[in-house]
């Protein structure tokens, strides 16, 4: 049974200016000279996590994460602007990162929201990912929005009422996403502080398999859950400026890239039926199943699936 790595600090801390005044807060941990590994987080909006490094061997992996447009560390922050902020503009900024870190490639991992990132940015620029690990495969298409956003209702009624309630009556509700980014934009701070509660009050009914799973503690913290939950409706109302199915139909340009799906059987967030068909749509990808997971990283079995493909690839490599 695989373990994660101790905790490690990162040895570098970099502030990269990239494009239309935006500035990216990156870290690098690990074996300066080991295999670069971009690791990409999710959300959108989540920020880097401390957490996710330790699934690398630090003395393997020269461990790459910078907090994504608008969050953590990054500015300006999408609590006061959503502009220039877009998948298109996140994959130029992996992109801009690379460079100002002379590498010719990397292994991508990516969780969640950072699997779709991953994937949109490893179908733009296949010739510089080795490998990739992803967990929790999400593609963003518009069913799974909708899904996210409307379907769970059927699993989660009580949650469900709340968060459709929180909408007033001049709003879509028919439209929960557009809703919310309404809400989230509104000029009156206790407006945008109460649809950030209640977005992540919904999406924390179904993040974990596990039922003792608690409220995430980050999440108690007002100002970030309204950056998350701003970044979230904005890329989410706008399907993630993907042309929609786009990212399975082009799957076969990974070919020859190794690829390892970690996915959970019961992720309610991510459905399985996506990693399925992701698996089956790119030749040299490996679904790797858990039974009793669900979107958590940290549900049972999850973990150690993750540490276990990234040393397979690592010694593959070798």
């Known amino acids: 049974m695989a373990e994660i790595f101790p905790e490690i600090t990162p040895f570098e801390t970099v502030f990269l200016e990239v494009s239309e005044g935006h500035r990216l807060h990156v870290t690098i941990a690990g074996n300066p000279a080991g295999r670069p590994a971009i690791l990409l987080h999710g959300g959108p909006g989540s920020g880097l996590s401390a957490t996710a490094r330790r699934y690398f ?5 020269r461990i790459i994460q910078f907090d994504q447009r608008g969050c953590g560390k990054s500015t300006p922050n ?3 602007s959503l502009a220039h902020n877009t998948t298109h503009h996140l994959i130029d900024d992996m992109e ?3 460079c100002a870190l002379s590498l010719d490639d990397w292994l991508v991992y990516g969780s969640s929201w950072g699997a779709t990132l991953a994937l949109a940015y490893a179908q733009c ?11 929790g495969v999400t593609t963003t298409r518009q069913k799974e929005i909708d899904w996210l956003y409307k379907g769970l209702a059927m699993f989660l009624p009580q949650q469900w009422q709340r968060f459709i309630t929180a909408i007033p009556d001049h709003l879509p509700k028919e439209d929960p996403v557009g809703a919310y980014l309404q809400l989230l934009n509104d000029p009156d701070p206790a407006i945008r502080r109460m649809a950030a509660l209640e977005w992540h009050l919904w999406e924390a009914g179904s993040i974990s398999a596990e039922a003792s799973s608690a409220f995430p503690e980050k999440w108690r913290d007002g ?3 309204l950056t998350r939950a701003r970044l979230c409706a904005h890329y989410f109302h706008h399907a993630a400026w993907l042309e929609d199915g786009v990212l399975l139909r082009n799957a076969g340009l990974l070919a020859g890239i190794p690829g390892m799906l970690i996915q ?3 992720d309610l967030q991510g459905p399985p039926v996506t990693a399925y068909e992701l698996a089956a749509a790119w030749p040299g990808s490996e679904l790797i199943a858990i039974g ?3 979107h958590s990283t940290g549900d049972a079995g999850m973990e150690d699936a993750i540490v276990s493909a990234i040393a397979r690839l690592q010694i593959e490599a070798a």
């Open 125 to 135: 620029h296949p010739e510089r990912v080795r490998a990739m690990v992803l967990a």
């Open 264 to 266: 959970g059987m019961r």
């Open 292 to 294: 009793g997971a669900g």
């Open 96 to 98: 801009a990162v690379r």
């Open 57 to 61: 061997d630090p003395a393997h992996y």
């Open 223 to 225: 100002d970030y859950i």
């Open 78 to 80: 999408a609590s006061e």
